[in-house]
C-alpha cells in the first residue's frame, strides 16, 4: 500500500531542490571534496575509462525519481533496483569508484556524507580531471530508502530515441533544448556497445538499412568493430577524443560522425542542431551550457524521506519482515 502510493507519486513528482548549499560538509566533513576528488583521481590512473563511467551515473541517478543514490542500491529479495533496468544493465559500470570514495569518507567522517552528494562531487571532479570545466556543486542530498527498476526503464531514454523525443523527456525534468545539447556532449568521454548501434548500422526504423545520417567511412569503420553475428560488448570511443572532455564530440556530430542514434539526431533536427553547431565552433560555449545542465540536473530531487548510508549499496535498516516469532522478547521489538 505504501509502496504503490510512494511509485505512483514518484514517477511524476520532480521536486527542484531548494535546500542544497555549496558549503553543506564545510562544518562536518571539511575534506569531503578532496577526499572524493583523490578517489576519482586514482581511478583514473588505473583506467582513464573510469572518469566517463562515474559521470554518467549522475544521469541516471538524478532521472529516476531525482538525485538520491537510488541508481546504487543493489537488489534485494524485496527489491529489484535499477542496476538491472534496460539502460544499465551491462552498461553502467565503475561502481566499485563510488564505494571507494564512500569508504574514504566513512573513515574520515561517518555517518555524514550521502552516497547521492558523492555521485555529484565525483561527475564534477571526473570531468574537471578529463580537461573539462570546474565549477561548484551543490551539496545536502539524502540517499532514498528504495530504488524502483520499473521507474527506471519507463524513464532513461534508448540510444535510438530521436531528438524530438528527448526534447519532450527533457522538458519533463525542466531541462531546456540548450540544456539537452549541452548534457549530451558529456559523451566527448567514454564508450559504447557495439549492442548500442547495431540496429543503425543495419536497420535502422527496421527499415533493413543503415541510418543514412552516417558519414560513409566512419560507418564502414563501424562496420568492422561491430559486424553482424559480432561480439556486441566491443566498445567503440563516442567521439574522436574519449579520454579528453572538449567540444570535439560536437565536430564529430558536424561530420556525420556521431556514434549513438541519440547523438546524431542533434544534428539532424534543426531545433537542436543549432545548438550542435554553436558548441562545435565555440567550447566555452559548451564548457558554459553544460554546466549550467549539470546543475540543473543536480538539482533534481524526489521530496521523498532519505538517510545517510553507510554502504551504498543497501539501506541502513531493513526490517526483517518474516523474522517475528511468536512470544519472543524481540517481538514487541522487531514485529510491532
Ligand atoms: C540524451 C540522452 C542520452 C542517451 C540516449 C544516452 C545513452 C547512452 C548510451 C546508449 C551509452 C553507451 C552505453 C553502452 O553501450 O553500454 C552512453 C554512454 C555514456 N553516457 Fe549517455 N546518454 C544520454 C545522455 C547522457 C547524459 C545527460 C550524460 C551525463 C550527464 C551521459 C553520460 C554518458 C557517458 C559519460 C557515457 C560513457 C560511459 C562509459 O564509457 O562507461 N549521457 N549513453
Ligand atoms: C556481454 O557481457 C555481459 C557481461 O558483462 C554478458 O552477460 C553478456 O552475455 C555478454 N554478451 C555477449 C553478446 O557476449
Ligand atoms: C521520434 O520518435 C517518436 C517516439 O519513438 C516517434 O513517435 C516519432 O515519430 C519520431 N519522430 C521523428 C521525426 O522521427
Ligand atoms: C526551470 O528552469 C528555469 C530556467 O532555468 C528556472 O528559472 C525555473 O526556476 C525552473 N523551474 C523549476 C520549477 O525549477
Ligand atoms: C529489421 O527490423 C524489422 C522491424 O523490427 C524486422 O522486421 C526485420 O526482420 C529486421 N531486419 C533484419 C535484417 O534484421
Ligand atoms: C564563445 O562563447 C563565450 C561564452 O558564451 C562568449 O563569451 C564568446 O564571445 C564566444 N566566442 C566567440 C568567438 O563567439
Known amino acids: 500500500m505504501a509502496l504503490a502510493l510512494f511509485l505512483a507519486l514518484a514517477s511524476l513528482a520532480i521536486v527542484v531542490a531548494t535546500n542544497l548549499h555549496p558549503n553543506f560538509y564545510s562544518k562536518t566533513c571539511p575534506d569531503a571534496e578532496l577526499i572524493v576528488r583523490s578517489v576519482i583521481k586514482k581511478a583514473m590512473e588505473v583506467e582513464v575509462r573510469a572518469a566517463a563511467s562515474v559521470m554518467r551515473l549522475q544521469f541516471h541517478d538524478c532521472f529516476v525519481n531525482g538525485c538520491d543514490a537510488s541508481l546504487l542500491l543493489d537488489d534485494t529479495p524485496n527489491m529489484l533496483g535499477e542496476k538491472l533496468a534496460l539502460s544499465n544493465i551491462n552498461s553502467l559500470r565503475s561502481y566499485e569508484v563510488i564505494d571507494e570514495a564512500k569508504e574514504a569518507l566513512e573513515t574520515t567522517c561517518p555517518g555524514i556524507v ?4 558523492i555521485l555529484v562531487m565525483a561527475a564534477r571532479d571526473a570531468v574537471v580531471l578529463s580537461g573539462g570545466p570546474e565549477w561548484e556543486v551543490k551539496l545536502g542530498r539524502k540517499d532514498s530508502l528504495m530504488a524502483s527498476q520499473e521507474d527506471s526503464d519507463e524513464i532513461m531514454p534508448s540510444p535510438r530515441a530521436n531528438a524530438s523525443y528527448l526534447v519532450n523527456l527533457f522538458k519533463k525534468f ?9 548534457l549530451s556532449g558529456s559523451h566527448s568521454i567514454g564508450e559504447g556497445r557495439c549492442f548500442s548501434i547495431m540496429f543503425r548500422l543495419y536497420n535502422q526504423s527496421g527499415s533493413g538499412k543503415p541510418d543514412h545520417a552516417f558519414n560513409p567511412s566512419y560507418k564502414e569503420k563501424l562496420d568492422k568493430l561491430c559486424p553482424l553475428g559480432g561480439d556486441e560488448n566491443v566498445t567503440v570511443d563516442l ?5 579528453i572532455f572538449d567540444n570535439q564530440y560536437f565536430k564529430d556530430l558536424v561530420n556525420g560522425r556521431g556514434v549513438l542514434n541519440s547523438d546524431q539526431t542533434l544534428y539532424t533536427n534543426l531545433k537542436t542542431r543549432e545548438y550542435v553547431e554553436k558548441f562545435s565552433v565555440n567550447q566555452s560555449e559548451f564548457y558554459q551550457a553544460f554546466v549550467e545542465g549539470m546543475i ?3 538539482d533534481l530531487q524526489s521530496g521523498q524521506p532519505g538517510e545517510i548510508r553507510r554502504n551504498c549499496r543497501v539501506v541502513n535498516f531493513q526490517p526483517m519482515l518474516n523474522f517475528c516469532p511468536a512470544n519472543s522478547l524481540l517481538e514487541t521489538r522487531v514485529c510491532k
Not at 114 to 117: F, G, K, L, N, Q
Not at 174 to 182: G, H, P, Q, R, T
Request: with cysteine.
Open 114 to 117: 550521502s552516497c547521492a552528494d
Open 174 to 182: 525542466n531541462l531546456s533544448v540548450k540544456d539537452l545539447v549541452a
Open 296 to 298: 540543473k540536473l543536480g
Open 239 to 243: 567521439d574522436t577524443t574519449p579520454g
